[in-house]
């Protein structure tokens, strides 16, 4: 019940396509959802973040989607560019604004000139 | 600020070795995490600490031993490396909902 499933495993986009990541959770005490953007040799940073009273949220040309009734949020990279091709992780915390973020397994996006 | 901060870059170990992973952060936040990083399998939580003097376990525990003396501060200890300890290791620490990552400590136990 804690577990957080995210697919693909990875993904190949064209420059200028969509992307998108899915991740579904079991435990319905989750409150917040980010997504962390890692390139490689870096640590993961938070991208975007919704919380559950929200279907959506936007910045720039990231988008999560957010579904409570079907315990899934969705991560869309609108006009993928080549500087995104990185891993994605989605995330998902409870207990308050303190508790432990549980991580999907990632998503290694690479977009293609 | 130079944020979350982490010593050493890449090491390797020989089995049964022992190191520490450092850790410093000068945002002044209470919560701080290790986490190892496995090909495929995500970020898995390995200790956490929510101010000094105060440790708790995560998921992935055994083999490692943490300490909290200060705020700034959060060493992971690897007691007789295993090969099943290589890994990438992150540290972390939170401001409310935030986690600021640390580059990560690649480790190798041969």
């Known amino acids: 019940q804690q577990q957080v499933k995210q697919s693909p495993q990875s993904l190949i986009v064209q420059k200028g396509g969509i992307s998108i990541i899915n991740c579904a959770y079991e435990n319905t005490a989750f409150d917040y959802f980010p997504w962390y953007q890692q390139f490689p040799g870096k640590g993961p940073a938070l991208l975007i973040a919704?919380?559950?009273?929200?279907s959506e949220k936007k910045e720039g040309r990231f988008t999560i989607s957010f579904n409570k009734s079907a315990k899934q949020f969705s991560l869309h990279i609108m006009d993928s560019q080549p500087g995104d091709s990185a891993t994605y992780f989605c995330a998902a915390r409870g207990g308050g604004s303190q508790g432990n973020l549980i991580f999907g397994k990632g998503t290694k996006l690479s977009v293609k000139p | 600020n130079a944020g979350v901060t982490q010593t050493p870059k890449f090491r390797i170990l020989k089995i049964g070795q022992s190191m520490t992973l450092q850790c410093t952060q000068d945002?002044?936040?209470?919560?701080m995490y290790w986490y190892r990083q496995d090909p495929g399998m995500g970020l898995k939580l390995i200790y956490y600490?929510?101010?000094?003097?105060?440790?708790d376990k995560g998921e992935v525990p055994n083999g490692y031993n943490v300490s909290r003396s200060t705020t700034e501060d959060f060493p992971l200890r690897l007691e007789l490396a295993a090969p099943s300890q290589t890994s990438v290791y992150f540290c972390a620490s939170t401001r409310q909902s935030e986690a600021f990552f640390g580059q990560g400590t690649r480790l190798t136990v041969v």
């Open positions: 600490s929510v101010g000094a003097g105060i440790t």
């Open positions: 945002m002044n936040h209470n919560y």
């Open positions: 919704i919380r559950p009273d929200v």
